[in-house]
């Protein structure tokens, strides 16, 4: 399991924080780590499964479940235990939360630690990565922050900061609209009124 450490700008890959409580990956990203690690591309796979390019894809991002043979068929050819796989979510289910003893900011199945000190540029900056990995979003595409998580972050988050908005359109690939509705909604979850005026 990665961690995101975001004491400093950059995302570094860790082992798991000891001690704390953590969801196991899902069914599907499980699948989509030990093909990887076999060297298949999700097209090579699909074709060695007799699957299209597209099924495969909606299983790993949790979509759609295996059925039991299938599962074997995939672990199979991945070299792994069905068995252990049996018994994780399809998709995480887990809510959001933030551990606040650990500095863990916990989206779904991936934690992301949260320095003392960190400020917007480096939490979106970390959100960001976190959310694109769960969600296979390309670099280029927007990643959305769901209702769930907002409480959350605008209390992680300096709602004072009047570049927010411009922030959450570099990190998230929102356009303006969406990231000065994006940054209404995180103030109104903590009950304070914008910095920025939220109209251009």
């Not at 050819?77 to 979510?89: C, K, N, P, V």
């Amino acid at each position: 399991m990665s961690i995101l450490f975001c004491m400093e700008p950059h995302v570094e890959a860790a082992s798991p924080v000891q001690g704390s409580e953590q969801p196991s990956y899902p069914m599907g990203e499980a699948l989509r780590s030990a093909r990887l690690r076999m060297g298949w591309s999700v097209e090579a796979a699909a074709t060695e499964l007799r699957l299209s390019a597209r099924v495969l894809h909606h299983i790993e991002a949790g979509i759609r479940v295996p059925t039991g043979e299938l599962l074997e068929t995939i672990a199979d050819l991945y070299g792994i235990d069905a068995s252990e796989l049996e018994t994780r979510s399809a998709a995480p289910h887990v809510p959001p939360s933030y551990d606040t003893e650990s500095q863990t900011l916990w989206l779904g199945w991936m934690p992301v630690i949260i320095g003392d000190n960190a400020d917007n540029d480096t939490i979106l900056s970390c959100i960001s990565t976190a959310l694109r990995t769960m969600r296979k979003v390309a670099d280029h595409q927007p990643v959305y922050i769901r209702d769930r998580e907002i409480p959350i972050l605008a209390d992680l988050m300096n709602l004072d900061d009047e570049d927010l908005p411009f922030l959450t359109m570099s990190y998230l690939g929102y356009t303006w609209v969406e990231a000065t509705t994006l940054v209404g909604e995180l103030c109104a979850a903590v009950g304070k009124e914008p910095v920025v005026a939220l109209a251009r």
